[in-house]
């Protein structure tokens, strides 16, 4: 899930539901076992801020909505765990037509972790659940 909004390589490879359910949250199994929650203080703090983030966002990137898993844009930008696809490899690649189905592919993944997560548990339950999720597709 990205912080603000969608990934365009998971989106526009259908690779989201592999990682993330329709509404933005991270689909791997215990990957928010450790996020703390956010204080009360810290979402007023942010709320009290004189400016529009998501008008802003929008406005900036050009995306034609913000995308999460029902925290403010704020709050998921400053606050929250994401799990993006940021690139893809696989098969014959280069200029030309290539006419050969490749027998592999991979996809680099990248997680934003909070305080209290633990990037090798992380990883670990990543690499469980994909490989269980790709066994069943």
Known sequence: MAAASESAHGDGADCSPLYMTPTGRV???????????????EREMWRKLPLNVDEEIVKET???ELFGEGFSTLERIWARPTAEINGFGG????????????????AKLTFRLVPNQDGDKINALAQEHLQRVVRLA
């Open 91 to 106: 098969g014959c690649q280069g200029q030309g037509t290539k006419t050969v189905i490749g027998r592999e592919a991979m």
């Open 62 to 64: 050009g995306v034609p």
């Open 27 to 41: 689909a791997i199994p215990g990957f928010y076992d450790d996020v703390l929650p956010l204080e009360n203080w």
